[in-house]
């Protein structure tokens, strides 16, 4: 079955960086777009960025230039590189593949910006 495992969040001042890492397992991971969403407290999750299986990115307006995701096939990892973070930017990052007309989600993992 699909798993999803994210990890890398913390709390961080405002202006700093965050790695996440999203580690998958039970699908073929290199044929499959892979995406990092958030949901910040009482708001709806939304998609920040995605990555198609052959490396294209899109992002979310709030992120373009701070944010960078990427992947390594070989090791079924996706990654989300977080720079100049925003107090704004608070919120649990999922990582999602989407299949099958299905959603697949992680557990999360949070960031807190926060001086």
């Known amino acids: 079955q699909v798993q999803l495992v994210e990890s890398g969040g913390g709390l961080v001042q405002p202006g700093g960086s965050l790695r996440l890492s999203c580690a998958a397992s039970g699908f073929i991971f290199s044929i499959y777009p892979m995406d990092w969403y958030r949901q910040a407290p009482g708001k709806q999750r939304e998609l920040v960025a995605t990555i198609t299986s052959d490396g294209r990115t899109n992002y979310t307006d709030s992120v373009k230039g701070r944010f960078t995701i990427s992947r390594d096939n070989p090791k079924n990892m996706v990654y989300l590189q977080m720079n100049s973070l925003k107090p704004e930017d608070t919120a649990v990052y999922y990582c999602?593949?989407?299949?099958?007309?299905?959603?697949?989600w992680g557990q999360g993992t949070q960031v807190t910006v926060s001086s």
């Open positions: 999602n593949l989407q299949r099958w007309g299905l959603m697949n």
